[in-house]
C-alpha cells in the first residue's frame, strides 16, 4: 500500500514557474514507476509525464516536452514535477500515481495549478 500527498500547486501567471512535489509513504518507493497526470475542467485526465523505478528514465507528454521536468528522490520517497514557461491551457488539478508504465494502482488527492493569462 502506498499513499501519495501532493503539494505545491497555486496560482501563477503565464510563462512562470512551480515546483509540485509529491510525498510518498512506505518503504517500497522504489520499486513504482512514478507520473504526473492532469485533469482540466471538462476534460479527461491526461498523461503529464513518468519516471523509471530506478534509472531515471523518463517520458513526456508532447505538450509539455521541454517546459516540465519530472524527477524523483527514492532516499526522500518523493517525485518532483518542475513546471517552466507556463501556459494558461496548463490549468489542471495535477495527480501523482504510482504503478507501473501500463498501470498506475495509487493516485493522490491532487492538487489544483491554475495560470493566469
Known amino acids: 500500500q502506498v499513499q501519495l500527498v501532493e503539494s505545491g500547486g497555486g496560482l501563477v501567471q503565464a510563462g512562470g514557474s512551480l515546483r509540485l512535489s509529491c510525498a510518498a509513504s512506505g518503504r517500497t518507493f522504489s520499486k513504482y514507476v512514478m507520473a504526473w497526470f492532469r485533469q482540466a475542467p471538462g476534460k479527461e485526465r491526461e498523461f503529464v509525464a513518468r519516471?523509471?523505478?530506478?534509472?531515471?528514465?523518463?517520458y513526456y507528454a508532447d505538450s509539455v516536452k521541454g517546459r516540465f521536468t519530472i524527477s524523483r528522490d527514492n532516499a526522500k520517497n518523493t517525485v518532483y514535477l518542475q513546471m517552466n514557461s507556463l501556459k494558461p491551457e496548463d490549468t489542471a488539478v495535477y495527480y501523482c500515481?504510482?504503478?507501473?508504465?501500463?498501470?498506475?494502482?495509487?493516485w493522490g488527492q491532487g492538487t489544483q495549478v491554475t495560470v493566469s493569462s
Open positions: 500515481a504510482a504503478g507501473t508504465i501500463w498501470s498506475y494502482d495509487y
Open positions: 519516471i523509471g523505478r530506478s534509472d531515471g528514465s523518463t
